[in-house]
């Protein structure tokens, strides 16, 4: 999900929520400072409940909760809440991957039908050519969000059956010539990962990564949670009044979007991504090479409009299952999350060692961007120089 940042009103509030001067801030933002941030983003984007997340240095130095976690109940947002985390779960399935390029099972530029043989796009080229490395970086010459309705409406259709239709789909651009953010293709993964693995997405995600991190109130799809009594309830605004909206479940595609998880566990992941791989025992989820090459630009995008200039971004890209740019100087690895009622986002700046998590209950993607960017300024502070 690609989020829209440059309406005048969150640039204005960015700008308010900086230092009492207007300028960035230079230092991590304070318990209470967030606090602030949070409560302003909250009132001005009408979100019940927001979860916030700060990882410096591989441990979790920062963890708020925050608002209800459904309207008209009385729960609150705890650490252990779960929200759906969207195509954050992307990474989990990058993530996935890269242990198997490690373990010699696959390789990023592996062609898609040695593994899936009925893999088929509507082009023969196109199918022939098709490689794990299209797969992950949206470049198919496929439309945005290419056929979502098949998995976002009820049917007995089966991942499978969801692959089976892609060679019906007539693309917009040739073959890797344009950027085109799809879930179908990450469906796609999900398979390949079976097939090289002998185990499913969902099976191989909770035991080679859920489970060695310690995550153990997260899960691949909703009916894999172990406890469901802590959830949070999706909301958006519809005909303007701030309502709670049907939860969207999706098994079909949860290498693509599937996974539900808390900012506790959450900040697991991203410590251990900020370690390229390696956790705190010692022991490695992938190696520090295939980490770099998960984070290696790979399609090239067109930052865009105010808040690009806010945090003097030049450069963006699509990696492997992550988003890359750079913020006041720094590399940024980030991706969004979202589904109707339920949008989230991680942000890391590597060279800093630091990282941001927030998880939302509301369909508004502005309280993201403002509470994530302020953070991050905290510890980026004003734009870095070299002598």
């Known amino acids: 999900m690609k989020l829209k940042t440059s309406a005048p009103w969150l640039v204005a509030l960015l700008a308010s929520l900086s230092s009492p001067l207007g300028h960035a801030a230079t230092a991590p933002l304070g318990g209470a400072e967030i606090d602030r941030l949070v409560s302003r983003a909250m009132a001005a984007f009408a979100v019940p409940g927001i979860a916030v997340g700060v990882v410096r240095d591989g441990k979790l130095v920062s963890a708020k909760r925050y608002g209800l976690r459904e309207l008209g109940h009385s729960e609150a947002v705890d650490l252990d809440t779960q929200f759906a985390i969207g195509s ?4 989990f399935t990058t993530a996935a991957l890269a242990m198997l390029v490690d373990e010699g099972k696959l390789r990023w530029d592996d062609k898609v039908i040695d593994y899936l043989p009925e893999f088929r796009m509507a082009d023969p080229f196109v199918t022939r050519e098709f490689t794990i490395r299209d797969l992950l970086t949206h470049r198919s010459g496929l439309g945005i969000g290419a056929r979502d309705l098949l998995f976002v409406t009820p049917t007995d ?7 089976h239709a892609l060679r019906f789909l007539k693309p917009v651009t040739s073959f890797r010539a344009q950027f085109a953010y799809d879930d179908l293709l990450y469906v796609v993964l999900g398979e390949v990962i079976a097939a090289a693995s002998g ?3 969902d099976d191989f995600v909770t035991a080679r990564l859920l489970a ?3 995550m153990s109130s997260c899960a691949t799809a909703s009916e894999r949670l172990p406890d ?11 005909e303007g009044k701030l309502t709670t909206v049907a939860r969207l479940e999706t098994p079909l595609v949860g290498a693509a979007g599937g996974i539900q998880c808390n900012v506790n566990d959450m900040a697991r992941y991203v410590a251990a991504q900020l370690a390229h791989g390696r956790m705190p025992d010692g022991r490695s989820l992938f190696s520090a090479e295939q980490g770099e090459e998960m984070w290696s630009p790979q399609v090239p995008l067109r930052p865009r409009g105010k808040l690009a ?3 003097r971004t030049h450069f963006a890209a699509y990696g492997l299952g992550w988003g890359l740019d750079d913020f006041n100087g720094y590399e940024r690895v980030s991706h969004n999350g979202g589904l109707p009622g339920m949008v989230t986002h991680v942000s890391m700046l590597p060279e800093l060692g630091g990282g941001v998590i927030v998880l939302t209950n509301q369909q508004e993607c502005f309280a993201l961007a403002a509470i994530a960017t302020q953070i991050l300024e905290g510890y980026a502070g004003a734009p870095r120089t070299t002598g």
């Open 309 to 311: 200039a806010i945090t």
């Open 157 to 163: 259709f089966t991942r499978r059956d969801l692959i």
């Open 228 to 238: 469901r009594s802590n959830r949070a309830a999706p909301h958006a605004v519809v």
């Open 212 to 214: 060695p991190l310690g």
């Open 88 to 91: 954050i779960s992307k990474s």
């Open 199 to 201: 185990k499913s997405w």
